[in-house]
């Protein structure tokens, strides 16, 4: 009679920190406590492919304040492989003549923000992770979570587990680790889509931004190294639907119009993407041993470009909260940690959703409200100056 293999027997590891996500703010967690008192696990199945010199640029462009460049440089996320471009004004059109520009150099700042690719500032954070002796680097999707006082479990779907003080979600705003929290969250729709594609310029665009409010949503051109640009266009279902089916010279010519020629002809050097735009907000953020971070914890509309921020100010504050070493899972540093945080995010999601609902008005008292608005806070500089410092943080 054969004998039965004897069962495998998976022990499962500790950590004091697990964090559940690989993305930008995730990698940029466990890299800003990769040399601190706790052990770290980053959990990411699918961590970010070799990038050379040659990539094609990756679609999914973001703008970095200056205030989260600094930090980033400071944990060693931001080196060679990152190719950016700083931003030295910005140039905001209404859908009249409403006209707002913020301009560095008035506000006495070496640049206003910085545009970079994702998958190069994912590929530097990676970096500074690989072969560190207090990190853990985990390629493999979680399958469930067994909640326990003091010590959560997380199974991986290879049969391993892990145990931490501390379980961090920083896995998006679909966040798996949110739903096993059975952590339920608000939701808006704002019925647009963000659709985005990179081109080519005929003219320089010198470090300026630019973004129009148009009847048909808000359109951007965001500054690449180069002559290149980053296009978003925040529209309606329908209108994006039409947009990404276009051929890529007709699109080139659609976005041209759209901007007024304004830095003359444009090619498209990558196909246009979409993604839906929603506001959401998880019921919480903090419990005895778990923290949401990011898209996991909160989104906002993409008009201000302010998403990634208030995500990498979420890594910074936790990372600062964390610092001290003791228990990583005790509630009170996390509940600090949490209030801290809610202000920014609750004043940047009234702001975003806000503007988004007044240039949908299309009545004539409401348009010339906002041109008003937006033109006058041009003019007075201790405004404009207000509005300029708060958006580098």
Request: net charge neutral; aromatic share 8%; hydrophobic share 40%.
């Amino acid at each position: 009679m054969r004998t039965p293999p004897p069962k495998l027997h998976l022990v499962s590891e500790h950590f004091d920190i697990v964090i559940l996500g690989g993305g930008l703010n995730g990698a940029a967690l466990a890299s800003a406590l990769r040399n601190g008192p706790h052990s770290i696990a980053l959990v990411e199945p699918h961590p970010p492919a070799p990038l050379g010199p040659d990539t094609i640029w990756d679609s999914r462009i973001y703008a970095y304040s200056p205030g989260n460049v600094e930090w980033l440089q400071s944990i060693g996320g931001w080196g060679d492989p990152v190719r950016a471009q700083a931003v030295y004004a910005m140039r905001i059109h209404g859908d009249n003549t409403g006209r707002l520009t913020f301009d560095a150099i008035d506000a006495g700042l070496p640049e206003l923000a910085w545009i970079a690719e994702n998958n190069r500032l994912q590929t530097a954070l990676w970096q500074t992770l690989r072969g560190h002796p207090n990190v853990r680097l985990i390629q493999a999707p979680a399958s469930a979570v067994t909640w326990n006082p003091g010590r959560h479990q997380l199974h991986l779907q290879d049969g391993r587990s892990l145990t931490a003080d501390l379980l961090i979600g920083a896995d998006g705003a679909q966040s798996w680790l949110r739903t096993q929290a059975g952590i339920g969250f608000d939701e808006e729709d704002y019925q647009h889509i963000g659709v985005v594609a990179n081109f080519t310029t005929e003219k320089p665009h010198r470090g300026s931004a630019f973004q129009w409010f148009r009847p048909d949503g808000v359109l951007a051109y965001l500054p690449l190294p180069g002559n290149r640009i980053s296009m978003v266009w925040s529209t309606p279902p329908q209108h994006a639907a039409e947009l990404r089916a276009l051929p890529a010279e007709e699109l080139a010519r659609r976005v041209t119009e759209a901007g007024a020629g304004t830095l003359g002809d444009l090619r498209c050097i990558t196909p246009a993407a979409g993604f839906p735009l929603k506001r959401r907000r998880a019921h919480e953020w903090v419990r005895p041993g778990l923290a949401l971070i990011g898209d996991a914890a909160h989104t906002v509309h993409p008009l201000a470009g302010q998403g990634v921020n208030l995500g990498f100010r979420d890594s910074r504050l936790l990372a600062e909260a964390l610092a001290g070493g003791g228990n990583a899972g005790e509630i009170g540093r996390l509940t600090a940690y949490a209030a801290r945080r809610m202000e920014d995010v609750a004043s940047m999601q009234f702001t975003t959703g806000g503007l988004k609902k007044l240039f949908a008005r299309d009545d004539g008292l409401s348009q010339a409200l906002r041109n008003w608005g937006m033109s006058f806070a041009n003019q007075i500089q201790p405004i404009n100056q207000a509005l300029t410092r708060h958006a580098v943080l």
